[in-house]
Nanobody, 127 residues
Framework: QVQLVESGGGLVQAGGSLRLSCAVSGRTFIMYGMGWFRQAPGNEREFVAAMSGTGSNTAYADSVMGRFTISKDNAKNTMYLQMNRLKPDDTAVYYC????????????????????WGQGTQVTVSS
């Protein structure tokens, strides 16, 4: 069974940066689509960023476009979310997730397209 473990969250001032990591167990990491979602208190979980299984295509929520970058290191079985110019509205628990789709070319944006989830890491941005 695949396991996803997020890390890198914390408290940062507005305008600052953080890099989240998602370590994925298993030897087929390179083949699956991956994504980041977040959930703020009182809100539903929302899409943040995604990368297709081939790694050739990415997608971002409008609210983070130009500030966040999704990437992965296949040798380390790890996905990243570089977050720059953070805003208080970015405060949330951030989750990484993996799709069951192999070698997909489309970044997936819906929660129900993901089958495996991490436990989440808290990101708090102070004003």
């Amino acid at each position: 069974q695949v396991q996803l473990v997020e890390s890198g969250g914390g408290l940062v001032q507005a305008g600052g940066s953080l890099r989240l990591s998602c370590a994925v167990s298993g030897r087929t990491f390179i083949m699956y689509g991956m994504g980041w979602f977040r959930q703020a208190p009182g809100n539903e979980r929302e899409f943040v960023a995604a990368m297709s299984g081939t790694g050739s295509n990415t997608a971002y929520a409008d609210s983070v476009m130009g500030r966040f970058t999704i990437s992965k290191d296949n040798a380390k079985n790890t996905m990243y979310l570089q977050m720059n110019r953070l805003k208080p509205d970015d405060t949330a628990v951030y989750y990484c997730a993996r799709t069951p789709e192999l070698w997909g070319t489309v970044p997936r944006k819906r929660e129900n397209e993901y089958s495996s989830w991490g436990q989440g890491t808290q990101v708090t941005v102070s004003s």
